[in-house]
């Protein structure tokens, strides 16, 4: 059984940019949602794909299993998500020891940036980038089950700076 342990971010300048090493484009959405799981399919580079079941209510760490799958199962999948697809590109950015991922959202949440990092154990104090803006863990409003399925609700609470 994987737990994925992390804090969450907004991001209030580009500065992040210089240190990137990779970026992803992704799509995804949501088959099931509930206060306490999910199960999110996506699509990476229109070339990989993957089912995840994240399992807690904890605000810092879940458990979380995941596989790959067929990309075409995956489009399919996405077809019978609920609410919208998330498009988005992650860039992972390392400091401090730490590679942080950096999501820049596209299609209807365009100018939101969310920066993640996964630790090892919650005691873990990752030095924060100076590009780091205000602390989102645990604010069910910027994860992106809420992002995907509560849009329409959400879409005006939502401050997409930092």
């Keep these: 059984m994987a737990k994925e342990i992390e804090r969450k971010f907004l991001v209030h300048s580009d500065a992040w940019r210089s240190g990137a090493e990779t970026k992803s484009v992704l799509k995804q959405g949501y088959i099931a949602s509930m ?29 979380e299993f995941e596989y790959d799958i067929p990309v075409a199962d995956a489009e399919q999948l996405l077809d019978d ?22 999501d820049v959202f596209a299609g209807q949440h365009r100018g939101l940036v969310i920066a993640e990092v996964e630790m090892r154990s919650e005691s873990d104090n990752p030095a924060l980038p100076s590009w780091i803006g205000r602390e989102v863990t645990g604010d069910f409003r910027y994860s992106n089950q809420a992002l995907a399925t509560e849009y329409e609700r959400d879409r005006h609470a939502l401050s997409h700076t930092a």
């Design 81 to 102: 998500a609920i609410g919208i697809i998330i498009e988005k590109t992650r860039y992972r950015v390392p400091h401090g020891g730490f590679v942080w991922e950096v």
């Design 35 to 63: 206060d306490d799981r999910s199960v999110r399919v996506r699509v990476l580079d229109n070339m990989k794909a993957r089912l995840t079941v994240k399992i807690g209510r904890s605000t810092m760490t879940r458990e």
